[in-house]
């Protein structure tokens, strides 16, 4: 049985108010969304947001950069005034648009998608990214809201993988996987002591547990970096001290979790402008060293997380 030290979870990923990174962050609790896009590759979003119509331009970047490039990640600028603020012009109102049918790939969380007159594909999704750690219920409009992402790219989307074993002589629970894109990991250079990315390659692994001892249906578990330069992630299902965590006022001091579940859902935010990606794998039973298939279910496991370790020092033995 393996024994890791998951540093991943040792710490909690706090939300991020700043500039998106990934998918990009276009607005929160959007309605009534939609999507065009024109010839020089500029998409326009409208949608009703606090209690206002938007029309926001986005244009200037597709796919992905690996951090190897040297070149800071792709993002689109964004004029969230139709037009007028860089074209000095209500561009919205007499936008061209020339969407076609969208042939891309299936993707979660889905609104709505386009390719455009080059063929790149254009997609908006939307989902709670910032729903707080161990359970807990929101306590603000901002962890609960839907944020809107968009993105645009070409060729493969990434490719998130998970497995689950026990760890611990079978006490707990566990999870690994990794990230990568065309073969390549997925992974910051630079990020703050409790896991929030500081650069535009950093991608946040958010684990939800579906029918735990924090409640019915599901609920954010914790929220985690890939590991650089590997892209690897692993996470151990513990009893965590909430007070480590962000929480409301008043909240009790003690233990939560573990937050084990009848299966386990993982997202992960597109790297550059690429869609956001996500699978839903089962839990485990308590585990029991005589049975063989049990025993078997293991070694299978740890097999696996040997072969795509490679270099990474965080899930180790």
Same mark, same amino acid.
């Given at each position: 049985m393996r024994f890791?030290a998951?540093?991943s979870a040792?710490f909690?990923?706090l939300?991020l108010?700043?500039a998106a990174t990934?998918?990009q962050?276009?607005?929160?609790?959007?309605?009534?969304?939609?999507?065009?896009v024109?010839?020089?590759?500029?998409?326009?979003?409208?949608y009703?947001?606090?209690g206002?119509f938007q029309h926001?331009?986005?244009w200037?970047?597709i796919?992905s950069?690996?951090?190897?490039?040297?070149?800071?990640?792709?993002?689109f600028?964004?004029?969230?005034?139709?037009?007028?603020g860089?074209?000095?012009?209500?561009?919205?109102?007499?936008?061209p648009n020339?969407c076609?049918r969208?042939?891309?790939p299936?993707l979660?969380d889905f609104?709505?998608a386009?390719?455009?007159p080059?063929?790149?594909?254009w997609?908006?999704?939307?989902?709670?990214?910032?729903?707080?750690?161990?359970?807990?219920n929101p306590w603000?409009?901002?962890?609960s809201?839907?944020?809107?992402?968009?993105?645009?790219?070409?060729?493969a989307v990434?490719?998130?993988?998970?497995?689950s074993?026990?760890?611990?002589?079978g006490r707990?629970q !566990?999870l690994f &996987?990794r990230?990568?894109?065309?073969?390549?990991? @997925?992974? $910051?250079t630079?990020a703050t002591?409790?896991?929030? *990315?500081?650069d535009?390659y950093?991608?946040?692994?958010y684990l939800?547990?579906?029918?735990s001892?924090?409640g019915?249906?599901?609920?954010?578990e914790?929220?985690?970096?890939t590991?650089?330069?590997?892209?690897?992630?692993?996470?151990?299902?513990y009893?965590?001290?909430p007070?480590?965590?962000p929480?409301?006022?008043?909240?009790?001091?003690k233990?939560r979790?573990?937050?084990?579940?009848?299966?386990?859902r993982i997202t992960? !935010?597109?790297p &550059?402008v690429t869609p956001?990606v996500?699978?839903v @794998?089962p $839990?485990?039973?308590?585990y029991?060293?005589?049975n *063989?298939?049990?025993v078997?279910?293991?070694?299978?496991q740890?097999a696996i997380?040997?072969?795509?370790?490679?270099?990474?020092?965080q899930c180790?033995n």
């Amino acid at each position: 049985m393996r024994f890791f030290a998951v540093i991943s979870a040792a710490f909690a990923a706090l939300a991020l108010t700043g500039a998106a990174t990934a998918s990009q962050l276009i607005d929160r609790n959007a309605r009534h969304v939609r999507l065009a896009v024109d010839a020089r590759g500029v998409a326009l979003l409208t949608y009703t947001a606090h209690g206002r119509f938007q029309h926001v331009l986005a244009w200037g970047a597709i796919s992905s950069r690996q951090p190897t490039s040297g070149a800071p990640q792709v993002r689109f600028a964004l004029d969230y005034s139709g037009g007028w603020g860089t074209r000095r012009t209500d561009y919205w109102r007499h936008f061209p648009n020339q969407c076609r049918r969208y042939t891309g790939p299936a993707l979660v969380d889905f609104v709505t998608a386009c390719d455009g007159p080059d063929g790149s594909h254009w997609a908006i999704q939307a989902w709670q990214t910032g729903l707080p750690d161990l359970g807990m219920n929101p306590w603000n409009w901002f962890q609960s809201a839907w944020q809107l992402h968009l993105s645009h790219w070409t060729g493969a989307v990434a490719k998130l993988e998970a497995w689950s074993d026990w760890v611990y002589g079978g006490r707990w629970q !566990e999870l690994f &996987g990794r990230v990568t894109l065309n073969g390549q990991p @997925v992974y $910051g250079t630079r990020a703050t002591r409790k896991g929030a *990315p500081l650069d535009g390659y950093g991608r946040l692994v958010y684990l939800d547990t579906y029918n735990s001892r924090y409640g019915r249906g599901w609920r954010r578990e914790n929220a985690f970096l890939t590991h650089h330069p590997t892209g690897i992630w692993c996470y151990g299902f513990y009893p965590f001290d909430p007070m480590k965590y962000p929480h409301p006022a008043g909240f009790p001091r003690k233990l939560r979790g573990p937050g084990t579940g009848r299966k386990y859902r993982i997202t992960v !935010e597109g790297p &550059g402008v690429t869609p956001d990606v996500s699978l839903v @794998v089962p $839990g485990l039973h308590h585990y029991n060293p005589q049975n *063989p298939s049990d025993v078997s279910y293991e070694e299978q496991q740890n097999a696996i997380l040997d072969s795509i370790r490679g270099s990474d020092k965080q899930c180790r033995n």
